[in-house]
């Protein structure tokens, strides 16, 4: 059996309830002490979403200890909420709102867009020169957040609490914000310039660079919950491989194979670096 570096605990602090909890819950555990400090370690990912929980049940109220229950070490369905992955739920309400925008007439969504007209030729000059003439800088990062049917919103914003959700509750706000801007903003340039058009969106780019960083800190960072089966890598990389080819289009309509291309590869950049200057959170968990 493999185990997995939970989480670290200073050597002088009791671990007594944190223990018996974990056995009320009938989580399978073993503590080791190495130097100053003592480590939690779980046999696998499932155990260790569980056990997450009671580290931060722990740490909320050391003294309180659960009644013995016959729960299983598979983590239940369970839906975070505001508190815990605030900034995830705001991404996913303003993403509504922008499929609201999209149900609306043409000039409620118009400002959102990318750039306002349809270009032909030299693209960039032409919208550059516009946002600086403007100021309207917003629409690098707006067109994330408008979705054109219910089944895009619907299946963009389970992706987004999923990964969302993964990635917030392990890296500290400002990087996981910075996260999303940064891959945004990458996808929507990606996309405007693989297809010049005034007509997309969607925050589908932003969650591929979600799964591009995911993939670089599991590469650089083993041990880290956020570690993806490897038959989910390698479909999601093969629907990515489809998309850019064209094979999805008579199925589910023409993708933004260009924003999902670019958002992935800002995501492995960006999650290498994460990788390196969050090592140490990432593999306890914290």
């Known amino acids: 059996m493999s185990w997995i570096k939970l989480h670290e605990f200073s050597a002088e602090q009791d671990l007594t309830v944190l223990a018996h909890n974990l056995q009320a819950a009938q989580l399978p555990h073993r503590f080791?002490?190495?130097l100053d400090r003592q480590i939690l370690w779980v046999p696998n990912i499932e155990v260790a979403q569980y056990a997450q929980q009671l580290i931060t049940l722990f740490k909320q109220e050391p003294q309180r200890r659960l009644t013995a229950a016959p729960v299983s070490a598979k983590p239940k369905l369970a839906i975070a909420n505001f508190r815990t992955i605030p900034i995830t739920y705001t991404l996913l309400f303003l993403s509504m709102v922008g499929y609201l925008f999209c149900l609306a007439p043409p000039?409620?969504?118009?400002?959102l867009l990318f750039f306002p007209i349809p270009l032909d030729g030299s693209v960039w000059p032409a919208a550059w020169h516009y946002w600086v003439a403007t100021g309207e800088f917003w629409r690098?990062?707006?067109?994330?957040?408008?979705?054109?049917?219910?089944?895009?919103?619907?299946?963009?914003?389970?992706?987004?609490?999923?990964?969302?959700?993964r990635l917030e509750r392990q890296l500290p706000w400002y990087v996981y914000l910075g996260l999303f801007l940064f891959t945004a903003i990458v996808s929507n340039f990606g996309q405007f310039t693989f297809v010049p058009q005034v007509g997309f969106g969607g925050i589908s780019g932003a969650l591929f660079g979600y799964f591009g960083c995911i993939l670089a800190i599991q590469w650089l960072v083993p041990q880290s919950n956020l570690r993806l089966p490897k038959v989910f890598i390698g479909f999601s990389l093969v629907m990515i491989a489809a998309g850019i080819f064209?094979?999805?289009?008579?199925?589910?309509?023409?993708?933004?194979?260009g924003a999902h291309l670019t958002g992935l590869a800002a995501g492995f950049v960006y999650g290498l670096g994460v990788a390196v200057l969050f090592k140490r959170r990432l593999a306890v968990g914290a």
């Open 32 to 34: 080791t002490d190495e």
């Open 107 to 111: 000039a409620w969504r118009q400002p």
């Open 140 to 165: 690098i990062i707006t067109p994330a957040f408008l979705h054109w049917s219910a089944v895009h919103i619907i299946f963009n914003g389970l992706a987004l609490v999923d990964f969302g959700g």
């Open 246 to 257: 064209g094979l999805l289009d008579a199925i589910i309509g023409p993708m933004a194979n």
